[in-house]
């Protein structure tokens, strides 16, 4: 298979680690070549949380350099905008959870809050593929992960990925309610 980058990004607690290593046990599943790393930080302070998924063949590092990912998935605005000026290749694909977890500046009033404006503004200079993920009727916020995954999964953001794929990962990793919960989320048509 030939590379394909995914760069993850979000705040600690929405769940980053999760959906990363989903994607990453669905392409073990798939049968492809993957790599990966993440970087945590202060993710319990609400710090930034950054994950690297490389499948593919002849890939010998697991980190994607900037501007080189094929698709960014981001569960906040903020770091949907720097990920995707920094880190996403032109005519890359964007996929972001359509919440703001306020950086400091923002809280202290230094900085303007990130709106989807300014997302699409990017996303059209770069001539970037965007899909924006919003559910009101989330029963739990921290599920905002599944809700964007269900999406990929739907869009096929992931070339060699199927269905099956990313269920047989969640099964890996979850059990009990835990399990049913996030594939009702995870099975909701978008």
């Not at 710090?47 to 002849?58: E, F, K, L, P, Q």
């Not at 980190?63 to 995707?84: F, K, M, N, Q, W």
């Not at 899909?131 to 869009?155: E, G, W, Y």
Request: charged fraction near 20%; proline fraction near 3%.
């Amino acid at each position: 298979m030939k590379a394909f980058n995914i760069y993850l990004t979000g705040v600690g607690g929405q769940g980053i680690g999760l959906i990363s290593e989903i994607i990453l046990r669905a392409a073990d599943h798939a049968g492809h070549a993957v790599k990966s790393v993440d970087t945590h930080g202060l993710a319990q302070r609400g710090g930034i949380v950054v994950s690297h998924i490389r499948i593919g063949d002849n890939l010998f590092s697991p980190l994607i350099p900037a501007g080189r990912a094929d698709l960014v998935i981001s569960l906040e605005r903020h770091e949907a905008l720097r990920a995707t000026a920094t880190m996403l290749k032109t005519r890359g694909q964007l996929i972001y959870y359509n919440t703001a977890w306020q950086p400091l500046p923002v809280r202290l009033n230094e900085a303007a809050e990130v709106t989807e404006k300014e997302i699409e503004a990017l996303c059209r200079r770069r001539d970037v593929a965007l899909t924006s993920v919003f559910r009101a009727d989330l029963p739990d916020i921290r599920m905002q992960n599944m809700a964007v995954l269900a999406n990929i999964q739907q869009r096929r953001m992931i070339p060699g990925i199927d269905l099956d794929h990313y269920r047989s990962a969640m099964a890996d990793l979850m059990a009990g309610a835990m399990l049913e919960k996030n594939m009702a989320i995870f099975a909701r048509r978008s």
